[in-house]
């Protein structure tokens, strides 16, 4: 600076404290005087090396904006440049580590660290389990997780101390966030997902007040960004020792049906580990999917609640075990431990983030000798979705469950698709209760999520008979019929071998014209019922006419032939009752190339559940 000039107030604002003296020499930048405005303070800072000359104003004055604050000079005999032992040294010293308000965030959020509970984290060791931030951290990508709410405490201060809530109950008991998952496969936008892990060894993973309002939180998040959800679901339910919380019975709580809501909205997949018990496991039973390991119970009731409601006396491990959760249906993905329920819900997650441009496959020509040329032999019709689906791709869904249906996610050229399959090995593939459950359900997760459906049929149909009835069948299997007539996404049909009556239209959306494309196979067969019944029923007075033994035995050959022969793909496909007949070789390629030209339409519809 070379002349005197003045520093002006930039705001109306009154003047707190002088940082320097008149005769001071200060730097260009330096703090001169702070002033206070909005109750706020502003440090108001040289425009260049001067000199102080004068104040014009005292501390407590009001200043208007444009108001001269103080004179300066230039520096030194003729303006001369400022030696640095001229300047003021009064500058406070460098921190040597974290200012004590951020050193108090790290050791406040250090709290919710695993390795601040050691004995705990033992404990769950110790049970050949995970805690929750280590299933989070082998789920989402490094780095990626962003946790919500990692500093409630559970809501019971009028009973513990603040210490001893922070150090044993972090996060209430719910760690909650949103991370990554696949991102290296489907890119970050695409892979972001929702993640809520209960922490057994809080609480025993309660649920809690400042808990459910985690989780509602996160809830709105996904349905609001239209985020898949992960869910691990492990503990005994409500918490009744929140004292905090100024309520009787919590039955006014949002979550179950915040979470209900995101049905057919986004991905929701559930992951059991441990003991999962009420309201644990209501939350579980909604997801989309059920990822279990064999070490797991899951039950409506925990050992508690069935004491108390005077049903007997049972331990966690009678209540739920997996073998028979498995078996009813409630498992979809049965895992040995945690580590493969991570990697199966990764699997699961991937087939709802996009496509992939990379794939392999099994050598198709093995898909020729994949149905025995007897048509009465049984085979493994795994074998065959192996074969049509990308390899390593496949993932079956309820496996011990409905077992003459078979389904699963998988991808045909890096396109994830639906896998409906007949299952020769149980019932000859006849359709009973709990596989007509399974398959409609399966059509209605492929539909909400716009997955293209593959069916390969091979079946007598509908399973018949007292005992069948007995199973409400007419209600179950008519559920396959009403979810396949509000599909909005393609359909394509595939004939293996049998195709016979409803049961076979079932398995093609309703009729074998339903599918955008349906094809058989060379061994494939088709009649309004199972063909040795039809000749039986049909053929009954030629039959009769023939006394028992070889000349009836005979007879009743023949005519079965004759329907064979009137049954057979290619007499069919000359009707035009299917499209075409393909070499089982090429069915991948077939497969391809109708998805390719396949587009997902307008959602169906409302309808009324059969059962």
Not at 86 to 115: I, K, M, N, Y
Not at 182 to 206: I, K
Not at 260 to 287: K, Y
């Amino acid at each position: 600076m070379s002349v005197t000039s003045f520093l002006h107030a930039p705001t109306s604002a009154t003047l707190v404290e002088f940082l320097v003296r008149p005769g001071e020499p200060v730097r260009a930048g330096q703090p001169l005087l702070v002033l206070e405005a909005m109750k706020m303070e502003h440090e108001i800072c040289a425009p260049a090396d001067a000199v102080v000359h004068e104040w014009l104003v005292t501390v407590g004055d009001l200043v208007a904006e444009g108001d001269a604050l103080l004179r300066l000079g230039p520096v030194g005999d003729g303006g001369a440049a400022l030696a640095e032992s001229d300047v003021a040294t009064d500058v406070p010293a460098a921190h040597t580590g974290p200012r004590a308000d951020l050193q108090a965030l790290f050791d406040r959020h250090s709290l919710t660290e695993d390795a601040a509970r050691p004995e705990a984290v033992a404990r769950r060791h110790a049970l050949g389990l995970r805690t929750a931030r280590e299933n989070i951290a082998d789920l989402c990508d490094p780095g990626s997780f962003v946790e919500y709410g990692a500093l409630a405490i559970a809501a019971q201060s009028s009973r513990r101390s603040l210490d001893d809530l922070q150090r044993h109950t972090p996060a209430d008991g719910i760690v909650t966030g949103i991370g990554s998952v696949n991102s290296a496969w489907f890119g970050e936008e695409a892979s972001r997902c929702v993640v809520m892990a209960y922490d057994a060894t809080v609480l025993a993973g309660t649920q809690g007040a400042r808990n459910h309002q985690k989780t509602d939180r996160l809830l709105g998040v996904a349905l609001e960004q239209r985020l898949p959800v992960v869910l691990f679901a492990e503990g005994g339910g409500g918490r009744p020792g929140d004292t905090d919380w100024p309520v009787v019975a919590g039955l006014h709580l949002s979550t179950f049906a915040s979470h209900a809501r995101l049905s057919g909205q986004v991905p929701v997949v559930g992951i059991a580990a441990g003991r999962c018990f009420a309201g644990n496991a209501a939350l579980l039973g909604c997801c989309d999917v059920i990822i279990a390991t064999r070490s797991s119970n899951i039950g409506m009731g925990g050992p508690a609640m069935i004491e108390g409601g005077g049903l007997g006396v049972y331990r966690p491990e009678e209540i739920g075990p997996s073998e028979i959760q498995s078996r009813n249906g409630v498992i979809d993905v049965l895992v040995e431990d945690e580590a493969a329920a991570v990697h199966a819900a990764r699997h699961y997650l991937s087939f709802f983030q996009g496509r992939v441009s990379e794939w392999d496959w099994i050598d198709p020509l093995a898909l020729r000798e994949a149905v025995p040329e007897s048509r009465v032999r049984a085979y493994d019709v795994r074998a065959v979705m192996r074969g049509v689906a990308d390899a390593g791709s496949l993932l079956e869904l309820r496996e011990g469950f409905g077992r003459s249906v078979l389904t699963a996610l998988a991808r045909i050229e890096g396109r994830p698709v639906g896998l409906l399959a007949s299952n020769p090995g149980h019932l000859g593939g006849a359709i009973d209760a709990d596989a007509a459950d399974k398959a409609a359900r399966f059509v209605q997760l492929c539909d909400v999520h716009g997955l293209p459906i593959v069916s390969l049929i091979d079946t007598p149909g509908f399973l018949v008979g007292p005992q069948a009835e007995a199973q409400a069948q007419v209600r179950h299997v008519s559920r396959l019929f009403l979810a396949a007539a509000r599909k909005r996404v393609p359909w394509l049909a595939v004939v293996l071998r049998k195709a016979y009556g409803l049961g076979a239209m079932a398995l093609a959306g309703g009729s074998l014209h339903a599918p955008m494309a349906t094809a058989a196979w060379p061994t494939g067969e088709f009649g309004a019922m199972g063909l040795e019944g039809a000749v039986r029923l049909g053929y009954r007075k030629e039959l009769e006419a023939q006394p028992e033994g070889p000349a009836r035995e005979a007879l009743f050959e023949r005519l079965l032939a004759e329907q064979v022969a009137r049954g057979a793909a290619l007499n069919i496909a000359q009707t035009l009752e299917i499209d075409t007949v393909i070499d089982p070789a090429d069915t991948r390629d077939w497969l391809a190339r109708g998805l390719a030209s396949a587009k997902v339409g307008e959602p169906g519809g409302r309808y009324v559940d059969a059962w």
